[in-house]
């Protein structure tokens, strides 16, 4: 009898009066259960103040405002991969209509410092030009150099990277340069048929980040490659 008197004490519906006193006595039983605030229909007279409602309302709006932080910032993602896939487009066309290795250098190295906003732009090949002096832009580093040593593994991947510019890497990459150059984008080509980085140089230390996805600059190292190839290959 006593197991009965019990299970039908167990199953009996709370009241008004115990929810109250719940609630009363656990004032922070809303703040652990947030979720629950969004499901709740309170209805409440025109003119009156339920402050439950209005808990609600503010969360709501609180994520309503997440959301369009989130959606202002997809949108400035997606024109800026929108710009970026014009400029790729527009350096295309630029190289089908250049003439011989020097002008489609030229070219290369105009477009990243007009299209890619690069402070600084060169062409680092590993083994010396074996007919004459090398094409403005272009410069010759031994892959085993000190100047390079600094890149660490990252040179060994073969894909691009970005990583942040002390200044005596800065100088060792860009002697001639007037300023400081505080990051760079590192993109493995191949020039005449000599293995070599492009890099690409700005002021900004942030401008190249290490997080910044490579995807368009993998693509830019596949036209140069191609703009660069030894004829016939």
């Not at 630029?94 to 190295?109: D, T």
């Amino acid at each position: 009898m006593a197991g009965n008197h019990d299970s039908e004490t167990q199953s009996a519906p709370l009241s008004a009066a115990a929810v109250s006193d719940y609630l009363l006595a656990n004032p922070d039983f809303f703040q652990a259960h947030k979720a629950l605030l969004t499901k709740l229909d309170i209805p409440h007279p025109a003119g009156g103040a339920v402050s439950l409602v209005e808990r609600q309302v503010d969360i709501l709006r609180q994520e309503t405002r997440r959301l369009e932080r989130r959606l202002v910032e997809w949108m400035e993602i997606a024109q800026e991969n929108d710009r970026l896939l014009g400029h790729l487009h527009g350096l295309a066309v630029a190289l089908l209509a250049a003439v011989g290795h020097e002008e489609r250098l030229r070219v290369l190295l105009h477009r990243m410092r007009d299209d890619f906003k690069a402070d600084a732009v060169t062409l680092i090949v590993y083994e010396p030009a074996a007919a004459g002096p090398l094409p403005a832009g272009c410069r010759h580093i031994a892959r085993d150099d000190a100047a390079l040593k600094d890149l660490g593994a990252s040179l060994g991947t073969g894909r691009p990277f970005c990583r942040v510019l002390n200044p005596a890497l800065s100088r060792q990459l860009f002697p001639e340069a007037d300023e400081t150059l505080g990051s760079a984008a590192f993109v493995p080509v191949a020039a005449w048929a000599t293995p070599g980085l492009l890099v690409l140089a700005s002021t900004d230390p942030k401008h190249f980040h290490p997080a910044l996805d490579t995807t368009y600059l993998s693509r830019l190292g596949a036209l140069a490659n191609a703009a660069l190839a030894e004829p016939g290959a």
